[in-house]
């Protein structure tokens, strides 16, 4: 036996070399990484082109090579060998990114294998018990445990989220019993488990293994029933530090009489971490894991520790202790050394496995002769792979130190730096022959496109294409937007926002009117002018007709100019939407208006396209210098006014012309009586009998206005007429003369929204002729395309092919590039 010192010497230098080559085995891992990446990008570019419909357009024999790459070059089955040859740089990477001598240690229940691990750990000599002990036939280890020297001793956790518990723990029960899966934790939190009673007598069930399904389905009803235990720790990579005395917790299962719904915290855990001084141990950076046994209620060691035995385990340890009833090599011991051998990243089996035959003196039922003779089977049984076989009592801790440890770790020390270099040479062999193949594939892609006579078409084939599918797309929307409103014009129809804003109009208005000309009620404005003209009648008369008439005004104001407006933003956006639909989207600025791109436009220099496209942008919702209210509102709202008809229903006398000469009587201006606030032609008491003016009239004569004069008021308002009369016939004027306007606004805006219809369809043919038409903007459209023909491909025709070709080829560059990238470095 190597002494200790020589040992940790030689150990060191391994670890040592394992640091040096780290970076090398990241630079492969990462170099095949791509490489599978490329050709699985390849693959679904060719399998999304080969689904698209579109791609019977192009070309009948780029389908022939898609389909020879697909099919007889096998795409799927190399992107899989290339995704199984990881695993070697996965174990390559294991290795060098470990900084512990690691050795795994396995055996079925009542073997001695928690035994063996506090004897060697000294977990043996604290206080608690750590590691927990089978005292039936019954397994024990329900997840993997990390035993590490250290210092001092401590405990710690490492988390798993629901996901991770469902596909490593529920996913494969739930596949051995024909069960759906449950996706979220409250599914499986209420999912109905049948008894096996039920589930027994399912016509499904014998389509599945209904040996091993009693003990999945008792697995998943105690995992439900003790969600409870463990539900809050289900949170991915949490490392929680525990108590020591709660290891056992974690790591094991409850006792076989426990019930349905005992606590189960182990179901929470990835991993726990075990820290403490290891008693005479030559190493100093050693770890022991504790690994469950292959027959693990239900679930084996290949499905859920392969991985682990792959990338973390540098030797793997078996113990097993013989008795009469299994002296010989059972199929289950098969079954571990074929998972070594697949485990053991290229080493030889006999360097990576060693078995320990555990002589338990107090408990086995076997004589030393027996004894003897089972360990003469076993190495004849493992002798011809080159496996050891060790012995010891492993209660005894002398005879572990003597018999187990040291040899384990002397075998180590002399094989561990080969088992290394098999582990990089198993790396190259095992991934070189999948890398060729993809190489290969590409190159038959490559060739088939060739007998298939798939060219990439020329640019100017190409351009020419990009411009005729641009002209065709805008001719036909633009095309649609020139015959919607010359279909308007030709039904004689009218702007529908100049319309439906004329009719809002006046209806407000009339409502206005109706609620008593903007009182709450017509009662309300009836008593309010009736006060006012007893004192005022003619300055009462004259505010009601200002108001009114400039309520009309502001009313139409408000709307008229601005429904023009939308009108014209109407056809600017749909322009908008078919430019932004049709154009290659590379050339279009990132804000969605006319201005923007007219913008865009001229930087780029295609000055006739930004010309065209900027008078649309700009058009003017005024039609001229003067707005829509200026024209056609006012001069028919102005008309509201006392000059329209008087008292007795005859037409006004247009006697404007006439000069107003003040009475004579009026001009005293000394003169006063109980009517000082009225004025003196509009008094009860009559002037003297020298005056030109006449005493009174009777209410009926009809007289006639010409504007807010005092004679034209005195006669349209009588000397003798009550307040309520004059109310009455205020009413009744503005109702009329209102009623009027908006009779006339109501044909002249209408001659004014077909006027508008028939711009807005003069607006949008001459943008089609100017962007569609002109020669000059042609040659502006193929000199866009052709700048950015390599950022937007079209959809069709030889643009589509030339763009599929295109990613075919960068796709196969790149495999060949990964594989090159990666074949430059030596990882052997």
């Given at each position: 036996m190597v002494d200790a010192s020589e040992i940790q010497v030689r150990i060191n230098a391994v670890l040592a070399m394992r640091r040096e080559r780290r970076a090398q085995a990241e630079q492969a891992y990462a170099a095949w990484e791509a490489l599978r990446q490329a050709f699985a990008d390849l693959v679904s570019l060719v399998e999304q082109t080969r689904r698209d419909d579109s791609a019977d357009e192009p070309s009948h024999g780029l389908r022939a090579a898609l389909r020879s790459f697909l099919d007889d070059g096998d795409a799927r089955g190399v992107l899989a060998d290339l995704t199984e040859a990881a695993v070697h740089l996965q174990a390559v990477r294991g290795r060098t990114s470990r900084t512990t001598l690691n050795i795994g240690v396995i055996g079925q229940t009542q073997m001695g294998k928690s035994t063996l691990l506090r004897s060697i750990s000294g977990l043996d000599r604290l206080s608690v018990n750590v590691l927990p002990t089978s005292q039936d036939s019954?397994?024990?280890?329900?997840?993997?445990?990390?035993?590490?020297?250290?210092?001092?001793?401590?405990?710690?956790?490492?988390?798993?989220?629901?996901?991770?518990?469902?596909?490593?723990?529920?996913?494969?029960?739930?596949?051995?019993?024909?069960?759906?899966?449950?996706?979220?934790?409250?599914?499986?939190?209420?999912?109905?488990?049948?008894?096996?009673?039920?589930?027994?007598?399912?016509?499904r069930s014998a389509e599945h293994d209904l040996t091993a399904a009693p003990e999945h389905l008792r697995r998943l009803r105690e995992a439900q029933a003790s969600l409870h235990s463990y539900r809050s720790q289900l949170v991915r990579d949490q490392v929680r530090e525990i108590p020591l005395d709660q290891v056992a917790d974690h790591v094991s299962y409850p006792p076989a009489s426990a019930p349905l719904d005992a606590p189960r915290p182990y179901l929470a855990v990835r991993d726990v971490r075990i820290y403490c001084p290891f008693p005479n141990n030559p190493v100093r950076d050693l770890t022991l894991i504790d690994l469950p046994g292959t027959q693990e209620r239900g679930i084996d060691v290949a499905q859920q520790f392969m991985q682990d035995l792959r990338n973390e385990v540098d030797l793997l340890l078996q113990i097993k202790r013989p008795r009469q009833t299994s002296v010989h090599f059972s199929e289950s011991d098969a079954e571990i050394q074929r998972l070594a051998r697949s485990a053991s990243a290229g080493a030889a089996i006999g360097d990576f496995m060693i078995i320990l035959l555990n002589h338990d003196a107090a408990h086995t039922d076997l004589t030393q002769d027996q004894f003897e003779t089972a360990s003469q089977q076993a190495r004849g049984a493992v002798g011809m792979h080159g496996i050891q076989v060790l012995h010891a009592d492993v209660i005894q801790d002398d005879q572990v130190r003597e018999r187990v440890l040291g040899p384990v770790l002397s075998h180590l020390a002399e094989r561990l730096a080969a088992m290394d270099q098999a582990a990089f040479a198993a790396a190259r062999s095992g991934t070189e022959a999948a890398g060729r193949r993809a190489v290969e594939a590409v190159a038959g892609l490559a060739e088939a496109l060739r007998r298939e006579n798939v060219v990439l078409p020329t640019e100017d084939a190409i351009v020419s294409e990009l411009v005729t599918k641009i002209l065709r797309g805008l001719s036909n929307a633009l095309g649609d937007i020139v015959d919607e409103y010359l279909r308007r014009v030709q039904e004689g129809r009218r702007t529908d926002e100049l319309d439906a804003a004329a009719a809002s109009a006046a209806e407000e208005v009339r409502t206005w009117m109706a609620a008593g000309f903007g009182r709450s009620a017509h009662e309300e404005w009836y008593n309010e002018v009736r006060a006012d003209a007893k004192r005022l009648r003619l300055d009462t008369v004259e505010q009601e007709f200002i108001r009114s008439r400039h309520y009309v005004s502001d009313t139409f104001k408000k709307v008229v100019d601005a429904s023009m407006g939308q009108a014209i933003v109407e056809l600017q956006q749909r322009v908008t939407q078919a430019l932004w639909t049709h154009l290659p989207q590379e050339t279009l600025p990132e804000q969605q208006s006319l201005p923007a791109l007219a913008e865009a436009f001229s930087n780029d220099g295609h000055v006739a396209l930004a010309t065209t496209v900027s008078d649309l942008a700009h058009l003017s919702s005024s039609y001229g210098a003067r707005s829509l209210f200026l024209r056609i509102v006012q001069p028919i709202v102005v008309d509201i006014d006392v000059r329209g008809k008087i008292p007795g229903g005859q037409e006004p006398r247009r006697e404007e012309s006439r000069p107003y000469e003040q009475p004579a009587w009026h001009q005293d201006s000394t003169r006063t009586d109980d009517d000082d606030d009225v004025p003196?032609?509009?008094?009860?008491?009559?002037?003297?009998?020298?005056?030109?003016?006449?005493?009174?009239?009777?209410?009926?004569?009809?007289r006639t206005t010409h504007g807010l004069t005092v004679e034209a008021a005195l006669k349209a308002v009588s000397t003798e007429q009550r307040a309520e009369e004059t109310v009455q016939w205020v009413s009744e004027t503005l109702t009329s003369m209102i009623e009027q306007a908006l009779g006339r606004l109501r044909e002249e805006l209408e001659i004014e929204s077909a006027m508008a219809v028939r711009a807005l369809y003069a607006c949008a043919d001459q943008f089609f002729d100017g962007f569609l038409r002109g020669q000059r903007t042609k040659q502006e459209l193929r000199d866009l395309c052709r700048a950015s023909l390599d950022r937007t491909p079209s959809n069709d025709g030889p643009v589509r092919l030339a763009s599929i070709l295109r990613d075919l080829t960068t796709g196969g560059t790149a495999v060949r590039d990964a594989f090159e990238a990666y074949d430059r470095l030596s990882i052997s």
């Open positions: 019954l397994p024990t280890t329900a997840t993997r445990s990390r035993i590490s020297n250290s210092d001092a001793a401590r405990a710690e956790v490492v988390l798993r989220d629901f996901a991770e518990f469902r596909d490593v723990y529920l996913k494969p029960r739930h596949e051995a019993l024909g069960l759906s899966l449950p996706f979220t934790i409250e599914e499986f939190a209420g999912y109905p488990y049948p008894t096996w009673e039920s589930y027994r007598r399912d016509p003196a032609w509009a008094r009860r008491n009559k002037p003297d009998a020298s005056s030109s003016w006449p005493a009174s009239e009777p209410n009926n004569v009809e």
